[in-house]
């Protein structure tokens, strides 16, 4: 029986330490859902900053896919690894003055040592991380505007598909394909464009709601010359 106790004692003591980083991890993860609405895990999945996608290793500015980097991290000579990763989210314009990332800094050393351990897992080739935190994120995307998996914008329900744009004073009235027609404020619509492989298709403008009061929404169009061959001026 002492035997026994014994055994399970020293188990415990071995996977201690596992459990230890897998709480840390889990900490990380939870942090890092503050960080999605900008970054994916997706490799070439770039968003309003780059794809964190096998990010240790990488050179600070040098992903091919994203083109938004600020002259100033192209030019730092930074290699992302733990180190140089506590000193960026600590303070990023501290770190490389005249960067171009909205963001002030954890200034908690813990919090930043859980999400360094979070991104070391989820960034890894293959890594399946995150894959709760993706699914809430996409369904809060849905009524914020912003963050998760993108909608696949290329086959749309009708109630999603804009027919025709009219602008009259302070309003914009879209007319979907379902023959509705819903009025915004001029500051409630956003006009965006999506190029990428879930875009909409070219003369297909999408009607996705945004903000959790149904009063703002964006369009969504394939490409910029699109926007003002299909708004019209009418009152």
């Not at 709601?209 to 003002?228: H, K, L, W």
Request: charged letters at 25%.
């Amino acid at each position: 029986m002492h035997r026994l106790v014994l055994a399970g004692f020293v188990a415990g003591l071995a996977c201690s330490p596992v459990l230890a980083q897998q709480d840390v991890v889990a900490r990380g993860e939870r942090d890092f859902r503050a960080c999605m609405p900008c970054h994916s895990f997706e490799p070439d999945r770039n968003m309003t900053g780059p794809s964190l996608a096998g990010l240790w290793g990488r050179r600070a500015g040098s992903l091919q896919s994203f083109e938004r980097y600020s002259d100033a991290l192209k030019s730092s000579g930074i290699i992302w690894d733990d180190r140089s990763l506590d000193a960026w989210l600590t303070d990023p314009q501290r770190m490389v003055p005249g960067n171009e990332m909205p963001f002030d800094g954890i200034k908690d050393g813990e919090a930043r040592a859980d999400l360094i351990a979070f991104l070391k897992e989820a960034t890894k080739p293959g890594a399946q991380t995150l894959q709760k935190a993706q699914g809430m994120g996409g369904m809060m995307g849905g009524m914020m505007g912003g963050g998760g998996r993108d909608l696949n914008l290329k086959s749309l329900e009708p109630n999603m598909q804009v027919k025709a744009i009219t602008y009259c004073h302070d309003t914009y009235r879209v007319t979907t394909t379902d023959g509705k027609t819903r009025a915004f404020w001029e500051r409630n619509l956003r006009l965006k464009t999506d190029s990428g492989k879930d875009g909409p298709q070219s003369g297909s403008p999408a009607l996705v709601p945004a903000g959790m009061m149904g009063d703002r929404a964006d369009v969504i169009f394939a490409a910029p010359t699109e926007i003002s061959k299909t708004i019209e001026p009418r009152c």
